[in-house]
């Protein structure tokens, strides 16, 4: 199988301290993949690394070619993009004015369908500051998303909503992968959010590759079950 989006071995050490170790997992188009595990599992350790934001170990591959190193502009024009565990929005501008920056520096063409998709007609008058957490979470995604990216790496988009916030998002994820065929990398704590929309999850332990598999393998995986909770015997 040719997948969309391949990482290989990737590692990184700070000094001493290995925080992952050859960690290797595939992206498919039209697939959301999780990516799980402890806290200092190297979650986003591992989004920082394949996105270019930090230099580490491995190599990655897009549509089958090696892209390792290029800058993280350069992996935004290439059609891979990412959010991160704060938003990154601008708090006095408009939605809209956000928008169509972002539209402006990527030159896509999508944001009228974003806005629709997500919600946001109501608001795109309002700066960000005056809109609720939630809607702020979703222009983050929207700008993640303007320029039809194939693949999207999202670090923990969920951090900080309502039970009823994240089911909206968990749906919005779930039309964003089938409805333009995008490949998504989902790290995030929120299990409700991991098993409604992963196909396939991959786990982290102390920042190496514990185990991987469907998230209905994954959710009774006593392997898993011990590296968040420790040895129940």
């Known amino acids: 199988m040719s997948f969309l ?10 000094g ?36 270019g934001r930090t230099p580490g170990l491995g190599r990655v591959f897009f549509e089958d070619r090696e892209i390792t ?3 993280p502009s350069a992996m935004r024009r ?3 993009s990412r959010s991160f565990q704060r938003t990154s929005i601008f708090p006095a501008l408009t939605v809209r004015d956000q928008i169509e920056l972002a ?35 979703l222009v983050d995604l929207a700008l993640a998303l303007v320029g039809d990216p194939r693949v999207l790496l999202l670090d923990e988009p969920a951090a900080g909503l309502s039970v009823q916030e994240s089911a909206v998002l968990s749906g919005h994820l779930e039309e964003i992968a089938e ?16 098993f409604r929309v992963c ?6 332990a102390s920042g190496r590759f514990l185990v991987q598999g469907t998230s209905a393998d994954i959710r009774n995986n006593p392997v898993v079950i011990e590296a968040y909770f420790g040895s129940t015997a």
């Open 5 to 14: 989006f391949r990482c290989e071995n990737i590692g990184k050490t700070y």
């Open 16 to 51: 001493g301290v290995v925080a992952l170790k050859d960690v290797s997992l595939n992206l498919e188009s039209g697939q959301v993949h999780g990516l799980i595990g402890p806290n200092g599992a190297g979650k986003s350790t591992f989004i920082d690394v394949v996105s």
């Open 103 to 137: 539209n402006h520096g990527t030159g896509g063409g999508n944001t009228g369908e974003l806005v629709e998709m997500l919600g946001l007609g109501a608001v795109l008058d309002t700066e960000a500051e005056e809109i609720s957490y939630g809607q702020q979470r």
């Open 199 to 204: 196909k396939v999850l991959t786990v982290l």
């Open 78 to 80: 290439a059609g891979i």
């Open 69 to 71: 190193g290029i800058s």
């Open 179 to 194: 409805r333009w065929n995008v490949a998504v990398l989902l790290v995030e704590h929120d299990m409700d959010v991991i």
